[in-house]
C-alpha cells in the first residue's frame, strides 16, 4: 500500500491484510474531517493494492469512535488532499470490492454506528458500548438513518435514535447491527481468525461477488436476476474458478491467482 502522511489514522499491513486504526485514542477517536478523509485514502489504496484482500477497521484504545468531532467536523482536514466528506465515506463502503471487518474494542457512538453498519462484519468485546445520541442533544442522527435501516429492523432503530439510550454489545447483535459477540480477551484472537479465514478465499471470487452484491442492492428483483445469472457466467469462466475446481476434484488446496 501506499505510505501516506497520516495525522489521524493509523496503517498497518500484515500478509494480507491491513489493519485501518482511529488514532486519537485520548479523545475516543471522534470523527474529525481529517479522519473522515484519511480514512477515504487508506480504503481508496487498500482497494487498489493487490496484495491486500481483508481490511479490519477498529479504533485505539478502549473505543472504536465516539462520533462526530463538533469542532473538529469544521477543522481543516490535514495534510492529504480532499477526498469526501462523510457522506462520500458512506457511500464508498458501498463500492468496496474487499471484505471489511469492524473490530470494536468499546465505544461506539453517533455517526461511528453509521460505519459499523457498512462493513462486511462487525465484532465487538462484551465490554462495548454503542448507541446515538445525538438527540439529546438536540440533534438527530440524520445521514447514519440511511445504513442504519438497512441491518436494524424500524421499531429497533425508532427507540435507538428517538431515546438515544446507550445499549449493550448484546442488546446490539440481537437487534443486527453487530455480527457477533465475544469476550474482551477475546476480541483480538477472533479478529485474526475471521480475516485469515477471508484471506484464504479466491480474491477474485470476492471482488467479484461483492461488486455485484452492492450492484443488485439498487435493483428490482426483476433486473437484479438476469444480471446475477451474467456475472455467474463471468466468475465461471475465471482463472479462480477453474483452479478451485481443479483443486476440489485433486483434493488439495487451491492456489489462487486473483484472476
Avoid at 56 to 66: P, R
Avoid at 126 to 146: N, Q, V, W, Y
Avoid at 212 to 219: D, H, I, L, P, T
Amino acid at each position: 500500500m501506499e505510505e501516506r502522511d497520516y495525522q489521524s489514522l493509523l496503517v498497518q499491513q500484515e500478509g494480507h491484510i491491513v489493519t485501518l486504526t482511529f488514532n486519537k485514542p485520548e479523545k475516543k477517536n471522534p470523527l474529525s474531517q481529517e479522519m473522515v478523509n484519511e480514512l477515504l485514502w487508506a480504503l481508496d489504496d487498500a482497494e487498489a493494492a493487490d496484495e491486500v484482500r481483508v481490511i479490519v477497521l477498529t479504533g485505539a484504545g478502549n473505543a472504536f469512535s465516539a462520533g462526530a468531532d463538533l469542532k473538529g467536523m469544521t477543522a481543516d482536514r490535514g495534510k492529504l488532499e480532499k477526498k469526501g466528506d462523510f457522506d462520500d465515506l458512506l457511500l464508498r463502503f458501498d463500492t468496496l470490492k474487499k471484505p471489511i471487518v469492524a473490530r470494536i474494542p468499546g465505544y461506539v457512538m453517533g455517526g461511528a454506528m453509521g460505519i459499523i453498519a457498512c462493513c462486511h462484519f462487525a465484532i465487538a468485546c462484551e465490554s462495548a458500548i454503542l448507541g446515538t445520541p445525538e438527540i439529546k442533544r438536540g440533534l438527530f442522527p440524520m445521514m447514519i438513518m440511511a445504513v442504519l435501516q438497512r441491518v436494524v429492523h424500524s421499531r429497533e432503530l425508532m427507540k435507538l435514535i428517538l431515546l438515544g439510550e446507550k445499549i449493550t454489545a448484546t442488546k446490539a447483535k440481537e437487534i443486527g447491527l453487530l455480527t457477533e459477540v465475544v469476550p474482551d480477551d477475546q476480541l483480538d484472537g477472533r479478529i485474526a481468525e475471521l480475516a485469515g479465514q477471508l484471506a484464504k478465499q479466491s480474491p477474485n471470487a470476492m471482488r467479484m461477488g461483492l461488486n455485484a452484491f452492492n450492484e443488485q442492492r439498487k435493483m428490482s428483483v426483476e433486473e437484479a436476476l438476469p444480471y446475477l445469472r451474467e456475472q455467474l457466467y463471468a466468475v465461471l469462466s475465471s482463472e479462480d474458478a477453474k483452479e478451485g475446481l481443479s483443486a476440489f476434484f485433486e483434493k488439495r488446496e487451491p492456489q489462487w491467482k486473483g484472476r
